[in-house]
């Protein structure tokens, strides 16, 4: 696994969508530094890349009504219905699960390194993300990972 504790932090952070409608607020611990996953799911789900990073439930504020895509027994994705902006991911079976949050949505957040990519193996081939970071196969996330834990699909 990544360590992510040495980039977990205290503190503020506004993202919204395209269009304004849904604005979420992170007040608290959040990870400052990004993870890409390459499943298919992920890709067919963001539309080319998927790179969040992580927030406490207790430290995010959504405001704005927001859609749900249940992409799992225990995960969902959700997204804006007004302009199609993807908002996060959530394991929904665990009431405490950390948000995992488009990256996109938050202006500061582009200042966040690259720590981890999963599912490296089905990456397409427009995508290659540069960097001395965590490159993981399927197979090698599958075999450690458990998916209450992980977070794909
Ligand atoms: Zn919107
Ligand atoms: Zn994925």
Avoid at 2 to 15: A, I, V
Wanted: charged content about 25%; some cysteine.
């Amino acid at each position: 696994m990544t360590d992510l504790t040495r980039y977990e932090r205290q503190g503020r952070l506004q993202g919204r969508c395209l269009c304004g409608a849904v604005t979420i607020d992170v007040d608290g611990g959040h990870v400052a530094a990004v993870g890409a996953c390459h499943c298919y799911i992920c890709q067919q789900w963001s539309g080319a890349l998927y790179a969040t990073f992580d927030a406490k439930a207790d430290a995010v504020t959504v405001t704005g009504e927001v859609g749900r895509y249940r992409s799992s027994e225990h995960a969902e994705r959700t997204f804006c219905p007004t302009c199609g902006a993807h908002l996060w991911y959530r394991n929904v079976t665990r009431e405490a699960a950390d948000y995992e949050l488009m990256a996109g949505l938050f202006r500061e957040a582009a200042g966040f390194p690259l720590v981890s990519e999963i599912y490296v193996d089905q990456a397409p081939d427009y995508v290659s993300l540069a960097g001395d970071h965590s490159r993981r196969t399927a197979a090698d996330y599958e075999s450690r990972t458990t998916f209450v834990e992980g977070d794909d699909p």
